[in-house]
């Protein structure tokens, strides 16, 4: 058994977030941050390796994880981020990257056991390509495309564009996780369940496709989905990274379907509150017998 579920690899960042009304709250976020709560929420010893400036490394107090378990290495800067929404359900956001860490390269994961390499990234080169078939050799490999399509200009704006080495590296990632809009970039498909069959035609073992309603999942046989049951949408931030990560955790002793109900009440349950999820499993059994089993 490895030493850890998952290796968790991203940058930490501040995101600068303001609402369609206009109010406006800095957070220190990012996918690593959200991925690694939700895992270890669930009892998953998970590592989270990250960057920043050492200027910013008070930000490493906002991981819930032990801090034996967290590896920070020294970067020129670090990832910031602004995020405006503008409508109530968080939907529609314009994005900026108002400066950028350091890129990850293999020897950042090098030395260390786990079951999974989580590959949460935010922008296109925060990780050599490369990275992915390294990992590969190592365990699992977790990829969430959001680090793979989303791109930054000079100015700090942001844009989707397709991931052009799609086909070559597909092949070596068990877990790949796109939401609706990712998915449609990639396989010119609005349809989901078309999205998956062709991401897992690709090479991808299997696929996990969010939206605001529900998630899916896709193992290349069968099609599952779980409706989300949020009461409110303060935590909308981090959805994604919330859900990938207690999926492919909890996946490696649950069936699909199994793991894909714990991966949506967790996230239903963490989007009622903002910040990474603070809550733990009982929390998460307990909302699964309230809004689940009906």
Not at 92 to 98: A, D, E, Q
Request: charged share 30%; net charge negative; hydrophobic share 35%.
């Amino acid at each position: 058994m490895a030493e850890y579920r998952s290796l968790i690899i991203g940058h930490t960042t501040l995101d600068r977030n303001t609402d369609h009304l206009g109010n406006t709250v800095e957070i220190v976020g990012g996918a690593v941050v959200y991925s690694s709560a939700s895992a270890y929420a669930l009892g998953h010893k998970v590592l989270a390796v990250t960057r920043l400036a050492e200027k910013d490394f008070s930000r490493l107090e906002q991981f819930t994880l032990p801090k034996e378990n967290i590896v920070c290495i020294k970067s020129e800067k670090s990832t910031d981020m602004v995020n405006i929404y503008f409508t109530a359900d968080k939907e529609r956001r314009k994005c900026s990257c108002t400066s950028r860490g350091d890129a990850f390269t293999a020897e950042d994961i090098k030395g260390y056991d786990a079951d999974i390499y989580h590959f949460a990234g935010l922008i296109y080169g925060d990780y050599d390509t490369e990275m992915i078939k390294t990992a590969s050799e190592y365990g699992k490999v977790a990829v969430d495309v959001q680090g793979f399509l989303r791109h930054a200009n000079d100015d700090g704006s942001m844009y989707f564009e397709d991931w052009a080495d799609k086909k070559d590296i597909l092949k070596y990632i068990t877990y790949l996780k796109t939401d609706a809009a990712e998915a449609e970039i990639m396989t010119g498909t609005s349809d989901r369940k078309k999205a998956a069959e062709i991401l897992h035609s690709w090479g991808a073992k299997e696929i996990l496709i969010t939206h605001n309603t529900e998630v899916l999942a896709y193992d290349g046989k069968e099609f599952f989905t779980c409706p989300i049951k949020a009461r409110n949408l303060s935590g909308r931030t981090g959805r994604g990274d919330t859900t990938f990560a207690a999926y492919i955790n909890e996946r490696q002793e649950k069936s699909v379907e199994e793991a894909l109900l714990v991966a949506t009440a967790t996230v239903s349950l963490k989007m009622e509150t903002p910040g990474p999820f603070r809550g733990t499993k009982e929390d998460i059994d307990n909302y699964i017998e309230t809004f689940y089993k009906a």
